[in-house]
């Protein structure tokens, strides 16, 4: 009794009545059942690994993992487990030596397949809510009737309600292939309230035409209604994840376009080597990866928050080379511009392939940009993806307030509008281009570090985004910051729907004429300037 009250002061509930229930059936472990797991056809050991796997001896679990682990042997017809240099008996866990002519047990993908099911079957009785969750999952995808009675103990025994629901809903997809008409009818009703993929692929195999699939008309009834009842949910996911991906789509171009709408936007500079100081972040990135691997790897998934000041002075400190050198002597002619950032475009791939390397280099995500958050069953939302959504909102967040509210702002503002006035006022007009040029550089730099993170790092990495970002600034009106945003998450949205319908080339083509007709009709872009300034 106070044992009893110890466990459920512990809430290990679960556990104690899956032992209560699995203590009257329990067999022991034998010598016999564990050369049947290990030795014979695939056939026969997959038999053996489902039928032991229910006994209810707990040392089938750590016999399982060591099939699993390669560390059984066979001789004799007895069964050795290697624990370090020690060999023991698999069936009593004493200790044994091993026959000199002990064959290693091999285990095709088939039976590593058994062995993880017998597993996560196993794992149903844990006390941990998580991981007798994380079994659940792992079981649906392969129902199997042989894991039905202990499956039904699991469920009888659960008190968590995701996990009862998904141990129904694995029940009811061992169920559907069941010779019993009304258990098929039972489990087509239970698996028309599933949200899971997998599910709907186990309904679409049973709706094939017979012999292969369900044959009784009224089952066949049932399951088509569990299918278009599933679809329903899923096509939400899948909205969402169209939408997600649209508005993550659009941050990426939201970060590319901002340096371009200052570059272009505010100082009227078609900078086609705009993609080239992205991806110049991009490397940027990648060195610094490299050098936090190898100088610093306890802090390796730090090297993020070192990577985006650096990619952002690594492109400024090129962009403001590239204004000193070259556009400065080309202010009001766009034409001779166009054709000499072009040409700086070419010799940029060109050194970076000389240094790097033509090929894509790796850039590893930091293990807190690793993974994602799953909303739906088939909705997960990544994380590397939120991250850039909410770095490309800080971004225009900090870009806003700088032109707005600091003196450098100030004078930019005053340079594009009015350049012999601000000259008049005192204003350095050379030094402010130069800055002006160089943060929009930076900002391209910040672009590709975030790039670097979602997608290849190699020397042609700006040439896919150059296109889109000129685009997006013409589209939200040029020098409108605000306009951009709302530009580039248009774009990104529209494009990702029309991709699931046409397909990603006549995307493209469709969002290119969507716009050339809105410019036809509305040449100065969403948001046109007003007042004084224009």
Known sequence: MILLRLLLRLRALPCLLALL????????????????????????????????????????????????????????????????????????????????????????????????????????????????????????????????????????????????????????????????????????????????????????????????????????????????????????????????????????????????????????????????????????????????????????????????????LAAALVGAVLERGVIRWLYGRPLETLLATWGISLVLMQSVRSLFGAQNVPVENPSWLSGGVQVLSNLTLPFNRLAIIVFACAVFLGIVFMVTRTRLGLFVRGVTQNRRMAACMGVNTARVDTYAFALGSGIAGLAGCALSQVGNVGPDLGQAYIVDSFMVVVLGGVGQLIGTVYAALGLGVINKFLEGWTGAVLAKIFVLVLIVVFIQKRPQGLFAIKGREA
């Not at 794992?123 to 994380?134: F, Q, T």
Request: aromatic residues 4%; glycine residues 8%.
């Open 21 to 312: 229930t699995l203590a009257g059936g329990a067999r022991a472990f034998t010598a016999a059942d564990a050369l049947a797991m290990a030795d014979g056809d695939t056939d026969d050991r997959a038999a053996a690994i489902a039928r032991v796997a229910t006994s209810g001896d707990p040392k089938v679990p750590a016999f399982l993992q060591s099939l699993l682990d390669g560390e059984v042997r066979v001789a004799g017809g007895k069964v050795y487990v290697l624990q370090g240099e020690q060999a023991v008996d698999a069936a009593t866990g004493a200790a044994a030596t091993l026959p000199a002519d002990a064959e290693d047990v091999v285990n095709s993908n088939r039976i590593r397949r058994e062995i993880g099911a017998a597993l996560s079957t196993l794992r149903l009785m844990s006390a941990d809510v998580a991981e007798r969750a994380a079994a659940a999952k792992a079981l649906k995808d392969e129902p199997d009737e042989s894991r039905l009675p202990i499956i039904e103990k699991a469920l009888a025994a659960e008190t968590d309600a995701k996990v009862k629901a998904d141990l129904e809903v694995l029940r009811g997809a061992i169920l559907v292939t069941s010779q019993d008409k009304a258990k098929r009818l039972a489990a087509a009703a239970s698996l028309a309230g599933s949200s899971e993929p997998s599910i709907k692929s186990l309904l679409v195999e049973r709706l094939r035409p017979a012999p292969d699939g369900e044959a009784d008309a009224e089952v066949r009834s049932a399951l088509q209604t569990a299918l278009r009842d599933l679809e329903s949910r899923l096509a939400w996911g899948e909205r969402l994840g169209v939408l997600f991906t649209g508005i993550s789509l659009g941050s990426i171009l939201v970060l590319v376009a901002l340096g371009l709408a200052i570059t272009y936007g505010l100082m009227g500079v078609i900078n086609m080597a705009h993609g080239e100081l992205m991806m110049i972040g991009a490397y940027a990135t990648y060195v610094v990866q490299n050098l936090f691997r190898t100088h610093f790897p306890g802090a390796f998934d730090a090297y993020v928050l070192v990577a985006i000041p650096c990619s952002f």
